[in-house]
């Protein structure tokens, strides 16, 4: 499962009624979790936002809803230009499974621009609400979730549909399908104030990436290369470079033309900084991103119950029905010091390694915040980063693989995804 579409499983939540030992959710936040339409969601939200500042389930629920509405306002923004995913690593803001627009607008880089800033705002707003909820509150916050019954509007016509569900839309992420059948997993959570911080975590990553793009001028590769992703949003280089539609494969790399725009687009990625503050606030989102992780794990070590987790602790026996893994303490613990070293390396404590340079490493600190244009082969071939090395402790491959080797045979990165 990618990491898009681990995070949104997070947020698409459709609450039940609790045990008597729980607190109670308000009704409000039933309603905007049950919504079919998108009137009827944001009027919930509207009245949990309201609530917020004197009720802490009502901001947790809010909270989760703003998240959402983030990935929404992401995926409508695309959908009205006529987006088509790209299945890249290059571009994982860009991953969600927007259905297909036979009349796009045409798009702008100013445009594109402003769907970003809208995305990463409301993802601040998500992660304000979300740590708003007291730690000490007395309430057992708690949202019991049926991830085939949720999901957002991908296709701005105001309704919420049963293809546009949590569900279907994971099952697009990951190329598969979840069946409806007896042998269909279980798909129902509960998500408690543990998840809270995993949800604000996630929510920090993705502005990280967002404050990142929007820290520099990549208008010279939104002109050369984006009619890749927008093929019909009048773009400057559409009318020369894109094929009719009956020659438009339905994969990113399905046809040569899209090869080759996207070497063209990282071959343009030389970007000049405009707004050096954003890529200093990206650091400090990575690191409040670590923060929040090792307050999830403290939060889910000290949990006693084992009822239907997302993700269990090595105390709450069970394999996630997604991921199809279990949580043991070798994988808390290496995760742990996973967390560890991304923050030296954040915090300039530690060096990043370069295959072709010895005797030095790049400090990641003073990379983000002593800003210089990003130029992203430069920097793979050596003369980037060069302005960032200095002597110190750098590390070594060793490092990376003792780390891997504790996670086994699920492999570091699916771990990595799912933990946050």
Same mark, same amino acid.
Do not use: C
């Given at each position: ?32 979790? *049950?919504?079919?339409? !998108? ?20 901001? $947790?629920?809010? &909270? ?12 409508? &923004? ?13 571009? @994982? #803001? ?55 019954? !949720?999901?957002?509007?991908?296709? *701005? ?15 697009? #992420? ?16 509960? $998500? ?5 911080? /995993? ?13 990142? /793009? ?9 002109? &050369? ?15 020369? #470079?894109? @094929? ?28 000049? !900084? ?22 999830? /794990? ?10 239907? *987790? ?16 279990? !949580?043991? *303490? ?61 002597? &110190? ?23 990595? #995804? /799912?933990?946050?």
């Amino acid at each position: 499962m990618t990491r898009i579409a681990s995070l949104m499983a997070s947020a698409f939540i459709l609450l039940v009624p609790l045990s008597s030992a729980q607190a109670a959710m308000p009704e409000a936040a039933t309603a905007l979790f *049950e919504a079919k339409t !998108v009137a009827a969601r944001d009027s919930a939200l509207s009245t949990l936002e309201a609530a917020a500042p004197k009720d802490p389930a009502s901001a $947790f629920a809010a &909270g989760a809803g703003e998240f959402f509405t983030a990935l929404e306002l992401l995926a409508s &923004g695309l959908h009205r230009h006529g987006f088509e995913s790209p299945q890249s690593f290059m571009l @994982p #803001l860009m991953q969600l499974p927007v259905p297909s627009n036979p009349n796009p607008e045409p798009l702008t880089y100013e445009e594109f621009r402003a769907i970003l800033v809208a995305f990463r705002d409301r993802l601040a707003k998500s992660a304000a609400t979300l740590g708003s909820v007291p730690a000490d509150a007395d309430a057992d916050i708690g949202m019991v979730i049926d991830l085939t019954h !949720v999901g957002i509007d991908l296709n *701005e016509d105001g309704m919420i549909a049963p293809d546009e569900s949590m569900a279907a839309i994971m099952a697009a #992420l990951s190329h598969g399908s979840i069946s409806q059948g007896d042998s269909a997993p279980v798909l129902t959570f509960r $998500f408690d104030r543990a998840d809270g911080y /995993w949800l604000r975590g996630y929510a920090e990553f993705l502005m990280a990436q967002a404050d990142f /793009w929007l820290a520099h001028d990549f208008r010279t590769t939104f002109d &050369g290369s984006f009619h890749m992703l927008f093929p019909r949003a009048k773009l400057p280089l559409q009318d020369i #470079l894109v @094929p009719p539609p009956s020659e438009m494969g339905s994969s990113i790399f399905s046809s040569e033309w899209r090869i080759a725009d996207f070497i063209s687009m990282v071959h343009m990625i030389n970007w000049p !900084v405009v707004e050096p503050e954003r890529r200093k606030a990206a650091r400090q989102e990575l690191l409040e991103m670590i923060r929040l992780s090792r307050e999830d /794990w403290k939060a889910i070590r000290a949990e006693t119950d084992n009822d239907r *987790e997302w993700l269990p602790g090595p105390q709450q026996k069970g394999e996630n029905p997604l991921t199809g893994l279990e !949580v043991g *303490e070798e994988q808390v613990q290496a995760w742990l010091a996973t967390l560890s070293m991304a923050e030296d390396l954040l915090e300039g404590r530690a060096l990043l390694p370069h295959f072709r340079i010895t005797g030095k490493g790049i400090n990641m600190k003073r990379f983000f915040d002593e800003p210089k244009p990003f130029d992203l082969v430069l920097s793979i071939t050596g003369p980037g980063i060069a302005p960032y090395l200095e002597n &110190g402790r750098i590390l070594t491959s060793e490092d990376f693989d003792q780390i891997q080797r504790e996670f086994g045979g699920g492999g570091f990165l699916t771990f990595a #995804l /799912w933990f946050n």
